[in-house]
């Protein structure tokens, strides 16, 4: 689960949203929330360390966190035996959500529907909980369940504080001898916790269509809606319609993580723009690959920390970390046996005999930061023959790191300058750019890179 804001300490929690919810998050704090929690796929998931399409190697089997296959057992019916009684979640369920439950029981009996709704129904009602008065809630509903999750987000926060169904739609190939209709949207339920909710339509206006373009200016009599004075356009676009064409995210996008359900970032810009401000608490409980963290950070919504996830596994904080870069380049090492390093960059180096550089990657979890930290670094830099070395930290390098840093100088890559060391802190990975020099042609790890014997070395350092 992720928080993130820019007047208090933001946070990606690791573990049970609805305990974290309960015990970590504040009454009327948040002004956002979205989530997409996924229903019947029949997959597991590696919620925001999945490493791009298991290039980390030796990570996979380290990093699962969630199985979206829902049966009726001791969690669920701890769910729905809480709620019913009223102590599971701090915000007391409404008596119409109580009754909603039973008949669902009633008429879905114990299996994975009821389950799932089950652990649903709990999450939302803490959710209401913690959104401010002035807040809105995106529910991004899988087919199977979006008319269940309809009554319960009606129950929660109110028929009236229904505000819009919102079809996200796309395009894709049909399936051969497929027998009925390509599914190409997905449903998103609305909903403010108030009538006074934030709504910033001027910041997502929809391009006008070529024949109002060509009406503009345009007096005429027939012009019903305008009666009979010109037709003014808005600057930015049309008002913004309740369904949106935004392409998903392809395996060959520079966005792709690698998780099956990963939303595209354009459609969460969309509902970060129009329901928040700069500064706002904005909350996904779900939080997937962590796409709606990476919007809310390039869109003023920060994001400072990963206590938890470190505290929970160290192991799972350093693949993140790796996973943030350019995992093509960069691989994760195996938990054990790893001399001090957590990431591999090789890189092609004309100017040297192998015609292969190497740079190293180490990742610090603890809290505090100090100068023997670039120390430790330099002794594997030397150790593993390498050129140059990367170093992520929590907080920001100490003066003493930075002078312990800039002893080591630089190397040169294609005549071109890089430091020996570079720091990065974790709020850096979520930048839209990180401030990181690497070399451009970098190799796999794995693999002996195919070069050719002759080969022209005009660009070797001088």
């Known amino acids: 689960m992720a928080i993130m804001t820019g007047q208090w300490k933001n946070k990606l929690y690791f573990g049970d949203?609805?305990?974290?919810?309960?015990?970590?998050?504040?009454?009327?704090?948040?002004?956002l929330i979205y989530l997409d929690p996924p229903f019947k796929s029949g997959k597991n998931y590696n919620i925001i360390f999945q490493p791009s399409a298991g290039k980390i190697k030796g990570a996979t089997a380290q990093i699962e966190t969630f199985k979206d296959t829902w049966v009726w057992g001791i969690e669920a019916e701890r769910n729905y035996d809480g709620l019913i009684k009223g102590n599971i979640t701090k915000e007391t369920p409404s008596q119409k959500l109580i009754e909603l439950m039973k008949s669902m029981r009633n008429y879905l009996d114990e299996y994975s529907m009821m389950a799932y709704l089950s652990m649903m129904a709990t999450r939302l009602l803490e959710m209401r909980r913690v959104l401010k008065d002035t807040g809105s809630i995106y529910l991004h509903c899988d087919p199977t369940a979006s008319h269940y999750l309809k009554l319960l987000m009606d129950a929660v926060f109110g028929v009236d504080n229904f505000r819009n169904e919102i079809s996200w739609c796309y395009s894709r190939p049909s399936a051969p001898r497929q027998k009925q209709l390509s599914r190409v949207h997905e449903i998103i339920f609305w909903y403010s916790k108030s009538n006074q909710w934030q709504f910033y339509p001027d910041n997502i206006r929809q391009p006008y269509s070529a024949k109002s373009l060509e009406r503009e200016g345009y007096a005429g009599f027939a012009s019903k809606m305008t009666k009979g004075?010109?037709?003014?356009?808005k600057r930015g676009g049309k008002f913004p319609e309740d369904w949106v064409y935004i392409p998903p995210v392809k395996g060959n996008s520079k966005e792709y993580m690698g998780y099956q359900t990963q939303k595209?970032?354009?459609?969460?810009?969309?509902?970060?723009?129009?329901?928040?401000?700069?500064?706002?608490?904005?909350?996904?409980?779900?939080c997937g690959c962590g796409t709606t963290v990476a919007v809310a950070e390039r869109l003023g919504r920060r994001w400072n920390s990963a206590e938890k996830l470190v505290e929970k596994n160290p192991f799972q904080f350093q693949i993140w970390c790796i996973s943030k870069l350019d995992v093509d380049a960069i691989h994760s090492q195996r938990k054990t046996g790893d001399k001090g390093v957590d990431g591999i960059i090789n890189f092609h180096d004309p100017s040297k005999k192998s015609q292969v550089g190497k740079g190293i990657i180490q990742v610090k979890g603890t809290k505090e930061v100090s100068p023997s930290m670039v120390r430790?670094?330099?002794?594997?830099?030397?150790?593993?023959?390498?050129?140059?070395?990367?170093?992520?930290?929590?907080?920001?390098?100490?003066?003493?790191?930075?002078?312990?840093?800039?002893?080591?100088?630089?190397?040169?890559?294609?005549?071109?300058?890089?430091?020996?060391?570079?720091?990065?802190?974790?709020?850096?990975?979520?930048?839209?750019?990180?401030?990181?020099?690497?070399?451009?042609?970098c190799l796999s790890n794995y693999k002996k890179p195919i070069i050719k014997k002759k080969q022209h070395n005009f660009f070797n350092a001088e």
Request: hydrophobic share 40%; charged share 30%.
């Open 376 to 441: 430790d670094l330099k002794g594997t830099m030397k150790s593993q023959s390498a050129d140059m070395g990367i170093l992520i930290t929590f907080k920001k390098p100490t003066q003493g790191m930075v002078e312990e840093a800039t002893k080591e100088g630089f190397f040169v890559y294609f005549r071109k300058k890089m430091p020996r060391i570079q720091f990065l802190i974790v709020e850096d990975l979520f930048k839209p750019y990180i401030p990181l020099e690497i070399p451009s042609v």
């Open 17 to 31: 949203n609805l305990d974290i919810l309960r015990d970590k998050v504040p009454d009327n704090s948040v002004d």
């Open 229 to 233: 004075k010109p037709v003014e356009l």
């Open 264 to 286: 595209p970032e354009k459609l969460l810009e969309r509902i970060v723009k129009a329901s928040s401000n700069e500064g706002n608490v904005v909350l996904d409980p779900f």
